[in-house]
């Protein structure tokens, strides 16, 4: 059930407020997501085996490209047999296809015709997809920096693309202005609904390895996709599925780590937290919408946060393509702490590579 977490008004039955409108808190799924076994429907492809976890109404058309069933590749590196989950085969090359789906499909069933929303790429790649083939009218605020790739395809999806000069923080301030003169803000930052979407790697996982890895590798910028994972696991434990959480380990890039300087300093981490400029665009976020949950979900979890300096961030991008896996390096920042922390994670490993290489232009 998703509520405000401040006030607790349940979430309003017509239209699309990205903030409570008494209280301007964030809404948040205030219990954990329904999730049952013998409810899993086997007739039904990627994610959407698993709608019943998703809560929305049954006349909700599911609006698809495909998404989910992502492989599980195992590799002996550093010693260690480590499964490495590919996100970035989803439909647009980003596991944010998963929160998409679901949140795209929750906008066609309140009748939404069109959308603005702010991305460092992916997900405006990704919203810019499902909005074509749900027929929403996509409105994208990306920053200047962008890669070049992300913008092409979001505008050949069909959407509106919007250039905002400066960083990161920047792009957010604009699309707010826009949502405060009445545009429905299809935020996958402030909404929730996607973060049922992002459970599903969690679900996949279970089944993939014939139940709970020991720890999870994931690159982190709002931490949406870490929290949707944990809180899979947490609904699947509940459940009596599985017997216990993995341990969350959330990777950001040094030069913005906002969730690893307040995990490992508390309040006096709030003095290192910048916006650095960093090539690990996609987790170059220096507020983090649900910082404060996501680090608590982390820490209960028995894991915890690293920061990836930015001369490690391109060799690790080498390494996994060594491995044949071509990924941005947003996915890359992953690889110096696998390296450093492998022989300390408990097992069965898993690394969640969440975004594709093609998406990345570098130097050419």
Request: charged fraction near 15%; include cysteine.
């Amino acid at each position: 059930m998703i509520k405000c977490s401040n006030c607790l008004r349940d979430y309003p039955n017509q239209g699309v407020p990205f903030r409570c409108p008494i209280c301007g808190g964030v809404y948040d799924f205030i219990t954990t997501f329904p999730f049952d076994p013998a409810l899993i429907d086997r007739s039904q492809s990627g994610i959407w085996k698993y709608r019943h976890t998703f809560e929305l109404i049954d006349q909700a058309l599911a609006i698809t490209l495909g998404e989910g069933d992502t492989p599980l590749i195992w590799t002996q590196i550093f010693g260690k047999e480590v499964g490495f989950k590919l996100e970035f085969l989803n439909p647009t090359g980003s596991f944010k296809d998963r929160g998409t789906a679901v949140l795209v499909s929750f906008l066609k069933s309140r009748l939404i015709e069109e959308i603005v929303e702010d991305s460092s790429g992916n997900a405006g790649s990704s919203l810019a997809a499902y909005s074509a083939r749900a027929g929403i009218r996509a409105i994208i605020y990306i920053p200047e920096y962008t890669s070049g790739p992300k913008k092409n395809q979001i505008e050949a999806y069909g959407a509106q693309l919007v250039r905002i000069p400066g960083p990161r923080s920047n792009t957010s301030e604009a699309v707010l202005q826009a949502a405060y003169q009445g545009k429905v803000y299809a935020s996958h930052a402030y909404l929730p609904q996607g973060l049922a979407g992002y459970a599903t790697v969690a679900y996949e996982l279970v089944e993939q390895i014939g139940g709970a890895p020991g720890s999870i590798l994931i690159p982190a910028g709002q931490g949406n996709l870490m929290l949707g994972i944990g809180r899979g696991f947490n609904s699947m434990r509940l459940a009596g599925y599985i017997t216990s959480n993995p341990a969350l380990i959330g990777v950001q890039a040094l030069a913005c780590a906002p969730l690893w300087a307040v995990a490992q300093y508390g309040t006096a981490g709030l003095g290192w937290i910048t916006e650095g400029d960093t090539l690990a665009e996609g987790v170059r976020i220096r507020n983090p919408m649900r910082g404060d949950v996501v680090i608590r979900t982390v820490q209960e979890s028995g894991g915890y946060f690293c920061a990836t300096e930015e001369e490690k961030i391109m060799p690790g991008r080498a390494e996994l393509a060594r491995l044949g896996f071509y990924v941005e390096p947003t996915s890359a920042i992953v690889w110096d702490v696998l390296e450093q922390q492998v022989h300390n994670l408990p097992e069965p490993i898993v690394v969640i590579l969440t975004g594709s290489g093609l998406k990345y232009l570098g130097d050419n």
